[in-house]
């Protein structure tokens, strides 16, 4: 089993900064891409930022030169920066990510979510 763990979120005025991060822990053969995800209530859930296993980002449009997605391969570990918060990127923030477990079989990707943590931005 994995779990993911997830931490940083809270309450920030306008203008402001916040780092989440979601720790991966448990039966992981290799990490793949990993991503952050927001959704309100009422709407989808929709992808905020993703980065893959050799680096590469990509981000909504909506934060693109706001928030910093990076990731800590040592430590299972993907962090989301955000600076200069607005008031409309006020959600419960997921992280997800892809993990290879080892089966009899060989090697399964399987995609696995953190808990949520309230991101609000006050303005």
């Known amino acids: 089993q994995v779990q993911l763990v997830e931490s940083g979120g809270g309450l920030v005025q306008a203008g402001g900064s916040l780092r989440l991060s979601c720790a991966a822990s448990?039966?992981?053969?290799?990490?793949?891409?990993m991503a952050w995800y927001r959704q309100v209530p009422g709407k989808q859930r929709e992808l905020v930022a993703a980065?893959?296993?050799?680096?590469?980002?990509n981000y909504a449009d909506s934060v693109k030169g706001r928030f910093t997605i990076s990731r800590d391969n040592d430590k299972n570990t993907v962090y989301l920066q955000m600076n200069s918060l607005k008031p409309e990127d006020t959600a419960v923030y997921y992280c997800?990510?892809?993990?290879?477990?080892?089966?009899?079989?060989?090697?399964?990707?399987?995609?696995?979510w953190g808990q949520g943590t309230q991101v609000t931005v006050s303005s």
């Open positions: 997800q990510v892809r993990v290879v477990v080892t089966t009899i079989r060989g090697p399964y990707e399987s995609i696995y």
């Open positions: 448990g039966s992981i053969f290799s990490i793949n891409a």
């Open positions: 980065i893959t296993s050799g680096g590469s980002t």
